[in-house]
């Protein structure tokens, strides 16, 4: 498997897995907007199928914000998410950013774990984030911190 980045060809199989894996999936055209303002968007590919992505800002005050990570669901449990964030979280260092924040549904208990896994914390509750009036969990991490193995 490689992490490469996002090209505009891959957008068929990126949406694809994006309506699989959410609820309120982002539109086609959102996503390529997000690309095409500059945000960091990377895939990852195995055997030439692209299995799962994620997109990120970079925030040149300091901060950087993971706003979507989607697995192929045939590919889940199998470290593919995780080297993705890994990559982002590369990528946050090499420009010197240290906060990281992203926001998750409250009901999305794996998704939650998946982070605490990789250092993020929970900050806040943020009340009827989403469009269905789900509440978000805002989670931080700093770079600048060790994570604590247990």
Do not use: C, T
């Not at 959410?22 to 990852?44: E, H, R, S, T």
């Not at 990570?69 to 889940?76: F, M």
């Amino acid at each position: 498997m490689i992490i490469r980045e996002f090209r505009r060809p891959d957008i068929k199989r990126v949406l694809e897995i994006e309506q699989k894996s959410f609820k309120d999936p982002y539109p086609v055209n959102i996503l390529l907007d997000i690309y095409n303002l500059g945000a960091g968007f990377l895939v990852a590919q195995q055997d030439n199928i692209i299995v799962g992505y994620i997109i990120f800002w970079i925030r040149f005050e300091g901060e950087g914000h993971i706003i979507s990570i989607a697995v192929d669901e045939n590919y889940r449990r199998k470290e593919v998410g995780s080297k993705l964030v890994d990559m982002a979280l590369e990528i946050f260092k090499r420009y010197n950013i240290a906060l990281i924040k992203l926001e998750v549904r409250i009901s999305n208990k794996g998704a939650i774990i998946f982070y605490k896994e990789r250092g993020f914390i929970e900050k806040e509750v943020l009340k009827n984030y989403y469009e269905d009036y789900e509440d978000a969990v805002l989670m931080e991490r700093n770079l600048d911190k060790k994570i604590d193995s247990d």
